[in-house]
């Protein structure tokens, strides 16, 4: 049974930095796709980053471009998020997802998901 943990979420002031972490286990981390998306109450969820099995490609939600960052560690089974020049607009939860075959923007793509981490942004 997969199972992704996510942490590091909490309060930051605007400008601020936080990383977010997801701990996998219950599946072959390394051939799986890993994202990052976000969802604020009555919103749709929203895509964020996402990276390919070993790293070697990304993407990124234009709102998230230049200030976030998406890597891996294969050894640890973990994805992590690091997020930079956070803004108000920032504010929600966020949910670690997993899916075999290639990096995908779309939400529907992934099979399994975190239980999310909130991250509060204040101006």
């Known amino acids: 049974q997969v199972q992704l943990v996510e942490s590091g979420g909490g309060f930051v002031q605007a400008g601020g930095s936080l990383r977010l972490s997801c701990a996998a286990s219950g599946l072959t981390f390394s051939c799986y796709a890993m994202g990052w998306f976000r969802q604020a109450p009555g919103r749709e969820r929203e895509f964020v980053a996402a990276i390919s099995w070993q790293g070697g490609s990304t993407y990124y939600a234009d709102s998230v471009k230049g200030r976030f960052i998406i890597f891996r560690d294969n050894a640890k089974n973990t994805v992590s998020l690091q997020m930079n020049s956070l803004k108000p607009e920032d504010t929600n939860v966020y949910y670690c997802?997993?899916?075999?075959?290639?990096?995908?923007?779309?939400?529907?793509?992934?099979?399994?998901w975190g239980q999310g981490t909130q991250v509060t942004v204040s101006s």
């Open positions: 997802a997993a899916r075999t075959g290639w990096i995908d923007r779309s939400w529907l793509k992934y099979d399994s």
